[in-house]
């Protein structure tokens, strides 16, 4: 007899941790369950003993980690019964909403910043038929027009303040502890309206059986009564590291940043949505906040690619920039396991991508002689 059972997405998986119900209808695209690579070559090149891993994230079916949130944001405003969804985006988000709402015969209304979103990632919003509004200003203007027109239209708003939206990406924590069979020493992530780093905390604290988990969002599901009580899986929870790019670094500040710059479009957020969250994290894992240039964020996209075959957009290098960094001081020591969220896919962005690599290109003439010479003069 065979006992095969198909992976259906996370809510299927992690069904008594997440809020439904035996009737809710499931909108999902299979996301979630994604690779936690070990880090082979890095490591031994900056002469360090630490067990790196990286969440592949990018592997998701958008290609992003905000499919794990939009599966659970989507499924609830269905069950709700809307028939719109809108978000701001620098990106990923209008992604995910556009192809969970085609999935689901829903509406999906994006509001980008023009001129500022990744080709990958504006493609993807076009040709699952959102509607794609340009606006001219950044993610946080678009932020708040949302907020504001949600007031005045039949529109669910499936930015990560849509607590459903955490309590899917809650999940990626929940993966990485089965896989591991404990918690990590730290876990690094890139910091942009912090909802990520808010949801894996909600994570970890759920499987460590502890109070601030409900703290967050979740208390907005059991009323006070945990009802994880009594069912913990691990009793360590890892310390959180939050990096920004350097031009876009209101945690940095301590203050909100009102023109954020940043060749990683994804996280070019000066107003974190999940502001008070995160530095409770911050404050409860013992971590810290840091941010990386512009320069150092794409040297770690360029080393995960070279390096270890993996492509990651700019956004997510910033984890492995800012870990590498603090590894090299010692302010992550040897001998810890780190976990480092890879958030987006590199194919988001192929125009950073070619630009960092544009003079190694070789144009030969079409014959025998010409090829071997390139082959030959290039050999390591
Ligand atoms: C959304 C996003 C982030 C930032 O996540 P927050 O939850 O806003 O902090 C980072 N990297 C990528 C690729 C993203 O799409």
Redesign the pocket.
């Known amino acids: 007899m065979s006992t095969a059972t198909r992976y259906t997405g996370l809510i299927e998986h992690y069904r008594d941790r997440m809020p439904v119900t035996a009737d809710t209808r499931i909108i999902s695209l299979g996301e979630g369950n994604t690779p936690l690579v070990r880090l082979e070559n890095i490591p031994g090149a900056i002469g360090k003993d630490v067990e790196l891993y990286v969440k592949y994230e990018g592997l998701n079916p958008t290609g ?1 980690f ?1 499919d794990r949130g939009m599966t659970m944001a989507v499924t609830r405003a269905v069950e709700e019964g809307s028939r719109a969804i809108i978000c701001a985006s620098t990106g ?2 209008s992604a995910a909403a556009a192809a969970y709402a085609a999935r689901a015969g829903i509406t999906a209304f994006v509001l980008i910043p023009e001129g500022k979103i990744a080709l990958g990632k504006l493609a993807q919003a076009m040709i699952h038929g959102a509607v794609v509004i340009q606006i001219r200003g950044n993610f946080d203007a678009g932020m708040a027009l949302v907020k504001e027109v949600a007031d005045h239209a039949p529109v669910t708003i499936v930015n ?1 303040i849509n607590p459903y939206r955490l309590q899917g990406q809650k999940t990626a924590a929940f993966e990485i502890v089965d896989e591991l069979g404990r918690a990590p020493d730290f876990h690094c992530l ?8 808010t949801a894996h905390w909600i994570g970890y604290s759920e499987y460590a059986q502890h109070d601030s988990a409900c703290v967050t969002t979740a208390c907005a599901f059991c009323e006070g009564k945990c009802k994880f009580s009594g069912k913990s899986v691990t009793d360590k929870r890892p310390v959180m590291v939050g990096y920004q790019a350097a031009g876009s670094a209101p945690f940095m500040r301590g203050e909100m940043v009102d023109h954020p710059e940043t060749v990683a479009t ?2 070019r ?1 000066g107003h974190p949505q999940s502001w008070d969250y995160a530095w409770k994290v911050k404050d409860e894992s013992g971590g810290w906040f840091d941010e990386c240039t512009d320069e150092e964020i794409l040297a770690a996209q360029k080393l995960l690619t070279s390096r270890e075959g993996i492509f990651c ?1 700019p ?2 290098a910033t984890s492995v920039a800012g870990a590498l960094r603090d590894i090299q001081s010692g302010k992550i020591p040897e001998g810890s396991s780190v976990v480092c969220t890879l ?2 896919h590199g194919l988001k962005d192929p125009d950073t991508a070619i630009k960092q690599c544009a003079d190694t290109m070789l144009t030969v003439d079409a014959e025998l002689g010409a090829v071997k010479d390139a082959i030959l003069s290039n050999m390591s």
């Open positions: 992003s905000k990923n988000t990560s890139p910091v942009g309206n912090a909802g990520n780093i994804a996280i957020i957009e956004a997510s958030t987006g």
